[in-house]
């Protein structure tokens, strides 16, 4: 069973920093891409950004560009969003998710961890 777990969440004061987890298990993610995603309370959960699996190409939203970096620990099946400056608008539950190669789309998703920023 394929499971992403997600950690790190909570409440910080805007400027702070925070640092998510998502510890994949199950199966190989090798040539997988590794995602974060986010969902404010009465929106669409959004793209925030993402990562390949070998090359460690990145891709980010324009709301957090510059503040929000993705890395993966390959060894661990483990992806990570540190957030630096983060602002009220980022508050919203944080998912990731995985893109594995033979698959159409993200195929799994974590349960989530709730980030809430105040001002």
């Known amino acids: 069973q394929v499971q992403l777990i997600e950690s790190g969440g909570g409440l910080v004061q805007t400027g702070d920093s925070l640092r998510l987890s998502c510890a994949g298990s199950?199966?190989?993610?090798?040539?997988?891409?590794m995602g974060w995603f986010r969902q404010a309370p009465g929106k669409l959960r959004r793209f925030v950004a993402t990562?390949?699996?070998?090359?460690?190409?990145?891709n980010y939203a324009d709301s957090v560009k510059g503040r929000f970096t993705i890395s993966l620990d390959t060894a661990t099946n483990t992806v990570y969003l540190h957030m630096n400056s983060v602002k009220p608008e980022d508050t919203a539950v944080y998912y990731c998710?995985?893109?594995?190669?033979?698959?159409?789309?993200?195929?799994?998703w974590g349960q989530g961890t709730q980030v809430t920023v105040s001002s």
């Open positions: 998710a995985v893109d594995t190669p033979e698959g159409d789309g993200w195929d799994y």
């Open positions: 990562i390949n699996w070998t090359g460690g190409v990145t």
């Open positions: 199950g199966r190989t993610f090798s040539g997988s891409i």
